[in-house]
């Protein structure tokens, strides 16, 4: 076992020292320190071209991945095993007063101590076994274990047969750009080391799931997520004659109503339940006030999958969108015969007919009947926006989908479906494959060397239940999978573009050996020092023991 408790405490309290919120330029200064930090070993002293500090690609920010590598001496192997981790972090508004104190863990725990805190956050607090600040859980502490690792294995690369790489990467916090950009050194070094990637061990931060749960988590795979958005269109109408159009606000409340919360919409496998899914932002698209009523608008959801695709993601919900627009039209026909009863005003009916087409049906449609001319106008109108770098991907793909509405022959009511978002994959990392069940049987051997030395339960479960960086190593969808995600994305070659076929020819089977502790993202960020210190770099080099040894 490493004695490395101390040692972990003050390179974890350096790391939130040096502030690097995602997108913002300590991101950048960051990795450049981490770079020169791991300069300064000797063995990268000896070997300078075993670290890289390299630049994001397809990225608006200046900012940067830090790669190393140290090869095993003990053996011939190619085998190569991955510690990776973000270095970013979220923002400190929530901090409030105590912003200058949020990456100063000491001082802020001095700070605290006058707050009023919930009792459990008080005791916590007291016992001395609990580091506060923004960062200390996620994941700064999970980047010093892996950090650590790196440096003994440096000092004892006679302990490998093969190799151990290291990537500490930017935007995970926001879209991933740094693991994306990461995919191609490691082909790289592939190419120039031979390094075959057998496994990769993630240490983000472990949260329990409810108040009495005392297990330590590890988890074998990743939750996958996608922005499913629907973009609205009604029939116009002023307010002095309300039942004469149609309100595209009235429908997305109702699609929000169908939707958000609905627990057919929680997908399970391996008996581990997604929550199911939350709007994320409701608008229309009216610049200003006026007296008639809105044209269009939109909705998207935060949506969360363990086993489902977004192929069968898109089909659920156009049946949901489907159900949604019929009970608003039924709803709003019961409305205007009762209007008509009270006002003595002549019923006309209403005529309104449910219309769900998805992005990439709706598009087909436009190609056949305006050809090239449709083609061309769009691609230059998506440069256009393009120029604008506030729009964010969201938000440029509502306007490609308003812009390409305004071709429609038929501009009868109707939903228009597709995905707006980064889309991150889910991870099952299983004994399917040879290096899936080594990975799985070293993991479990690990845990059951490792539970002897701590009092609370070290479980292990498939789904890391946030969005992470592994997300981008290995890939479980099939092309057809990815394709739906592509030709429903408007913003899909211009604004935002995945090369999801080099994930899956790297494949890597990867695992989650994260600190512990509550609150990430919130201003009580806090880490459980025994956990996060002593066991999880024991965990994590047990398994490469048992993978590399
Ligand atoms: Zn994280």
């Known amino acids: 076992m490493l004695t490395c408790r101390n040692d972990m405490l003050e390179l974890t309290k350096q790391l939130v020292q040096m502030e690097s919120i995602v997108n913002t330029k300590g991101e950048k200064a960051f990795a450049e320190s981490l770079y020169d930090m791991i300069m300064k070993m000797p063995y990268f002293k000896q070997n300078p071209s075993h670290v890289v500090l390299a630049p994001t690609v397809n990225d608006e920010r200046d900012r940067y991945n830090v790669m190393a590598f140290v090869k095993g001496t003990k053996g011939k192997s190619k085998e190569t095993a991955i510690l990776m981790g973000h270095i970013d972090t979220v923002g400190i508004n929530d901090f409030n007063h105590l912003k200058d104190v949020a990456f100063s863990p000491d001082k802020l725990m001095e700070h605290l101590l006058n707050e009023q805190l919930p009792n459990r956050v008080k005791e916590q607090l007291d016992s001395g076994d609990w580091l506060f600040g923004r960062g200390v859980l996620d994941m700064k502490s999970g980047l010093a274990s892996h950090l650590h690792l790196l440096k003994y294995y440096s000092e004892h690369p006679e302990e490998m047969d093969g190799n151990l790489v290291f990537i500490a990467e930017c935007d995970e916090e926001d879209s991933s750009h740094g693991i994306l950009s990461a995919l191609d050194i490691l082909k790289r070094w592939n190419e120039e080391h031979g390094f075959t990637y057998v496994a990769a061990i993630n240490a983000d931060f472990v949260s329990p799931t409810h108040e009495h749960d005392q297990n330590r988590y590890v988890y074998k795979g990743t939750i996958g997520k996608l922005l499913p958005t629907f973009f609205v269109t009604g029939a116009e109408t002023h307010v002095g004659s309300p039942f004469e159009g149609l309100d595209p606000n009235y429908i997305v409340a109702e699609l929000t109503r169908q939707i958000s919360y609905n627990p057919e919409l929680s997908n399970e496998a391996y008996g581990e339940v997604t929550v199911p899914p939350i709007s994320l932002k409701q608008s229309d698209l009216k610049p200003n006030y006026t007296v008639q009523t809105a044209l269009s608008s939109f909705v998207y959801f935060n949506f969360f999958i363990h086993s489902w695709s977004p192929k069968v993601v898109l089909n659920k919900l156009k049946e949901q969108a489907y159900i949604a627009f019929k009970n608003a039209i039924s709803n709003l026909e ?173 494949n890597i089977p990867v695992i989650n050996i994260g600190p512990y502790g509550l609150d990430a993202h919130k201003h009580l960020e806090r880490m459980e020092m025994t956990y996060s210190f002593e066991i999880v770099p024991n965990l994590t080099k047990l398994v490469l023991e048992k993978l590399l040894g």
């Open 334 to 506: 019961e409305k205007y015969e009762a209007y008509c009863a009270m006002s003595g005003e002549k019923n006309q009916g209403l005529f309104w007919k449910p219309r769900v087409i998805t992005y990439k049906e709706m598009e087909a449609q436009l190609v056949k009947e305006h050809g090239d001319t449709f083609t061309n106008y769009m691609n230059k109108f998506k440069k256009s926006l393009l120029e604008n770098k506030e729009l964010d991907t969201r938000l440029f793909s509502i306007k490609v989908v308003e812009k390409a509405w305004g071709w429609m022959n038929d501009k009868s009511p109707a939903i228009i479906l597709f995905y707006s978002s980064l889309y991150s994959p889910r991870v099952i990392t299983d004994n399917e494959t040879a290096k899936g069940k080594a990975l799985i049987t070293a993991l479990d051997e690990a845990i059951e060397e490792m539970q002897p030395h701590y009092a609370h339960p070290i479980v292990a479960q498939h789904f890391f239940p946030h969005i992470s960086d592994m997300s981008f190593v290995a890939l479980n969808d099939d092309n057809d999978s990815i394709e739906a995600v592509a030709h429903n994305n408007p913003a899909w070659g211009t604004k935002h573009i995945v090369n999801y076929d080099s994930i899956r020819e790297l």
